[in-house]
């Protein structure tokens, strides 16, 4: 297989035409608020990697966002549309709190593997009942996982403020875990911590399993065409359901690593959004795990470079949020655009030939 | 306690916090008749939300603060049309990129433009006019109940009579529909189902601009980040629930306000709220498997008949 196909390097065009129209448009938005659009790039880029700290906490903010966004990608390529991200992630993350308190006599050795294990298992299986609604009464799963998403969050925070809530201070969160689940920290006053191996290794996991296995061959024939799968003999309601199940868990384990590798303890509104980010971050690339990776990366310097930018220009961190939305909007318009760019050709073409 | 929860004041509340989920509601059902499913409902009553007291600050009138409400929805209903009808963009990553539009725009233009962070309110903000309906001030339970509102909450209930009378009764109506159900038919009587759908988007931004401006003009006169707070979600869950149907999505509407309005109430007295407010979602994916079984059941009855 070619790496670099004529649909790949017309995509590429694309990706960094919308890449560079949005940040344009942050700059001129910049330059009305009567700041330099150069001095707030520079500040972003210098408070995304200009220090090691600096880089660690980019590297810190790309993790979650590459492992929802491979969670997305692996439903959306099967046919499936996983909105619910965030409510798996949320009750993984409660599930790990939990096992770290109450599971506190396990040895390092097992306690990390046990709590990547249990959140994996509580996160696919909240992502199984919209699937199994999908597949077997077709109930729209866009809709579901969206209601899935509240409920999720809403029980944990119930869970978090009454029975589960912690003695030692007001805040919304529960006590904190074990020290044998507490993950090290890579660098010191930073958030990365050593999950960023474990999802260094569920990359190449789910790379593999995208790309070269017969698994991941029929999670995109089942995604692309759903029909042609079908009469291939790929069974696609099975397919589905394990292309689920795989993303709830990566989505529970994602909160599992905010648990053990952040805050120590559930806090109940332990996810910024994250779900959605990786969500966007995944159609963006179209779903591809090395594009996953690099706009993974690409969204989380922007997001730790934007507060930097803020201190030093005053310019307010969420422009970039604003910049992230048009690029979405206009991949998201990608094909629209060049039928319209095509057209237009065409029309002057034809308009060449008459004269 | 018992009476402290569940008294007259909970049915007024419920009034008040079912109306932006009625308004965002009857929006989100125009573009669902059109065969659209619009998940930006949130960003939409947020974006309302923002630029009504832009318009009621700088003005210094309710009106204007409508006005600018209204715009924000013509705009935002016009590029989500843009993009999912022209573009044939994926619809629902329309719709989180709206929402996260929305979510950064306010609160970057909250902060330069007000200097402000987390929530704007200032004197100069004026407040949507309340009713006061004469003739109920001597009736007492029905005057605590419906008089002096918002004039949103009448127009709220108003608009779901025309929207109904729109959908089933005029011709323009049924085309809306029909350019969800059969596109192709109503192309071949020679009306576009792109402007159908056009229409029914910009009328849902429209919509949502007005709930929003309930949100932030109604009774609290300021602005919040994030101030709509799932009303977008809720109000789609309300257009599922009332499977289409703007009488009866308007009454889900009201009993997801009233849940809401009740776990307030609970809160204030120690009671978690989160269970009452989790009610709406459960509800509705409940509805929805019905709702899907039912249908499912008719197109093989349909089909049988065919076959016989």
């Given amino acids: 297989m070619k790496l670099v196909t004529k649909e790949r390097k017309e995509y590429l065009i694309s990706l960094s035409l919308s890449i560079i129209i949005s940040l344009l448009m942050g700059g001129v938005i910049m330059l009305i608020n009567g700041k330099s659009p150069i001095v707030g790039y520079g500040a972003l880029l210098d408070g995304a990697f200009g220090s090691k700290f600096k880089i660690a906490n980019t590297l810190a903010k790309t993790a979650p966002l590459v492992m929802t966004g491979l969670a997305t990608a692996i439903a959306f390529n099967s046919g499936i549309s996983n909105i619910g991200g965030e409510g798996q992630l949320y009750l993984g993350a409660f599930a790990a709190a939990l096992s770290g308190i109450y599971l506190s006599f396990l040895p390092k050795s097992i306690s990390i593997i046990a709590v990547i294990l249990i959140a994996g298992i509580v996160g696919g299986l909240y992502a199984f009942i919209p699937g199994i609604l999908k597949v077997k009464f077709k109930v729209n799963e866009v809709v579901t996982t969206i209601m899935f998403n509240t409920i999720a969050i809403l029980f944990t925070s119930y869970l978090v403020n009454n029975p589960f809530a912690t003695s030692d201070s007001k805040m919304s969160g529960t006590d904190i875990i074990a020290s044998s689940f507490q993950l090290d920290k890579l660098v010191s006053l930073t958030t990365l911590n050593s999950s960023i191996y474990y999802v260094a290794l569920i990359v190449i996991l789910m790379y593999y399993l995208m790309n070269k296995t017969s698994n991941g061959y029929e999670f995109k024939m089942v995604g692309q065409n759903g029909l042609f799968a079908k009469y291939g003999g790929v069974k696609s309601g099975k397919t589905m359901m394990i292309a689920m199940v795989i993303s709830g868990a990566i989505c529970g384990i994602t909160g599992a690593f905010e648990v053990i590798g952040v805050h120590y303890r559930f806090l109940e509104k332990i996810s910024p959004e994250l779900a959605f980010d990786g969500m966007l971050v995944a159609l963006v690339v179209k779903n591809n795990p090395i594009g996953i990776v690099a706009m993974g990366l690409f969204f989380a310097a922007m997001k730790t470079g934007s507060i930097y930018m803020e201190t030093a220009t005053g310019i307010p961190s969420e422009l970039v949020k604003v910049i992230q939305a048009v690029i979405i909007l206009f991949i998201a318009g990608e094909n629209g655009f060049k039928s319209i760019y095509i057209n237009w050709k065409l029309n002057r073409e034809s308009i060449k030939e008459e004269n | ?308």
């Fill in chain 2, 1 to 308: 306690m018992f009476k402290d929860i569940f008294n007259l004041a909970l049915l007024q509340h419920t009034i008040r916090t079912a109306t932006p989920l009625i308004l965002a509601a009857m929006g989100g059902l125009l573009t669902q008749e059109a065969g659209i499913l619009n998940i930006g409902l949130e960003g939409m009553i947020l974006l309302g939300a923002f630029f009504g007291v832009v318009g009621s600050f700088f003005f210094g009138t309710s009106a204007m603060g409508v006005g600018f409400a209204v715009l924000s929805g013509i705009i935002i209903g016009l590029i989500f049309a843009f993009f999912v009808i022209d573009l044939k963009s994926d619809e629902f990553v329309i719709g989180i990129a709206i929402n996260m539009f929305a979510g950064g725009l306010t609160v970057f233009l909250l902060r330069s433009i007000f200097g402000v962070k987390g929530a704007f309110s200032s004197p100069k903000i004026i407040a949507l006019p309340r009713i006061n309906i004469p003739i109920l001030d001597k009736i007492p339970i029905l005057n605590t109940l419906l008089n002096n509102h918002t004039i949103f909450v009448y127009v709220s209930w108003i608009l779901v009579v025309l929207i109904y009378i729109y959908l089933y009764k005029t011709a323009q109506g049924r085309w809306l529909r029909a350019s969800g159900e059969y596109p192709e038919a109503l192309e071949t009587a020679g009306i576009s189902p792109r402007k159908m759908k056009y229409i029914a988007s910009i009328m849902c931004g429209i919509l949502c601009g007005l709930a929003g401006a309930h949100l932030s003009l109604g009774y609290l006169k300021l602005f919040t980040e994030q101030m709509s707070a799932n009303r977008g979600f809720i109000a789609m869950a309300a257009i599922i629930f009332g499977g289409g149907n703007p009488i009866r999505t308007a009454l889900a509407a009201l009993l997801f306000g009233f849940f809401d309005a009740l776990g307030i109430r609970l809160q204030a007295v120690g009671i978690p709220s989160q269970i009452t407010q989790m009610i709406p979602y459960g509800a509705t994916v409940v509805a929805l498997v019905v709702m899907t079984k039912r249908k499912i059941n008719q197109t093989r009855v349909k089909r049988e008949q065919i076959n016989e």
